[in-house]
């Protein structure tokens, strides 16, 4: 059973633009909701996270809004570079317990120049 | 460097072979996990340690997998008898907890690459 699905599976955005991630979630005792950014051959590194009291927070250029009720959540980076190109995981996971991460399947970003 | 280390980084084996893997957390955090990443997928949860402590374990960890934090700094990881499915990024992440107060933030080290030939 997939509890984060995660889309698109890839996404092309010029240099400048506004590259936006979308992930749904099922499991509605979740209450931590991260974002991982990963380059081949590495670790996933932690972008920005957010619980469900908010419904937005920005570090940077890296935005997340949160719709509780609607159990979605999503990234925005805005003024993409060639450098965010990357592949992002959102994930979550709940208060109680191991706090295990569920991730989504990945967005490979590319961000043409 | 004061992040996640692993080790060996990368490494091919026979099938049927034992493989052992070690990773060393962030310096004073108190929970250890260990996750599994196939090619073009997330990374799935194996299991998790809270100090020396195994307290959860998934599914996929089958009878040949087994996991130690022996004094509750570094971890191992070991696989028996290693499967050609079992080709896979093996990434280890800590977390910080305080007394009552839990962090959810994981921290990944760069992972150990296995493949079974």
């Known amino acids: 059973q997939q509890q984060v699905k995660q889309s698109p599976q890839s996404l092309i955005v010029q240099k400048g633009g506004i590259s936006i991630i979308n992930c749904a979630y099922e499991?509605?005792?979740?209450?931590?909701f991260p974002w991982y950014q990963q380059f081949p051959g590495k670790g996933p590194a932690l972008l920005i996270a957010?619980?469900?009291?908010?419904s937005e927070k920005k570090e940077g250029r890296f935005t997340i809004s949160f719709n509780k009720s609607a159990k979605q959540f999503s990234l925005h980076i805005m003024d993409s570079q060639p450098g965010d190109s990357a592949t992002y995981f959102c994930?979550?996971?709940?208060?109680?317990?191991?706090?295990?991460?569920?991730f989504g399947q990945g967005t490979r970003l590319t961000i043409n120049p | 460097d004061t992040g996640v280390s692993q080790n060996p980084r990368h490494k091919i084996t026979k099938r049927g072979q034992n493989v052992t893997f070690r990773c060393d957390p962030i310096?004073?955090?108190?929970?250890l996990y260990w996750y599994r990443q196939t090619l073009g997928q997330g990374p799935e949860f194996l299991t998790y340690?809270?100090?020396?402590?195994?307290?959860?374990k998934s599914r996929l960890l089958s009878d040949r997998f087994s996991a130690e934090r022996p004094k509750g700094s570094f971890s191992t990881l070991e696989i028996q008898r290693t499967e050609q499915g079992d080709s896979a990024m093996y990434l280890c992440?800590?977390?910080?907890?305080?007394?009552?107060?839990?962090?959810?933030?994981?921290?990944f080290g760069p992972g150990t690459r296995l493949t079974v030939l």
């Open positions: 340690f809270q100090n020396e402590a195994q307290l959860e």
């Open positions: 957010i619980r469900p009291d908010v």
């Open positions: 499991n509605t005792a979740f209450d931590y």
């Open positions: 994930a979550a996971s709940m208060k109680q317990g191991a706090q295990k991460l569920v």
């Open positions: 310096s004073e955090h108190n929970r």
């Open positions: 992440a800590s977390s910080p907890a305080w007394g009552q107060e839990i962090n959810n933030e994981q921290f």
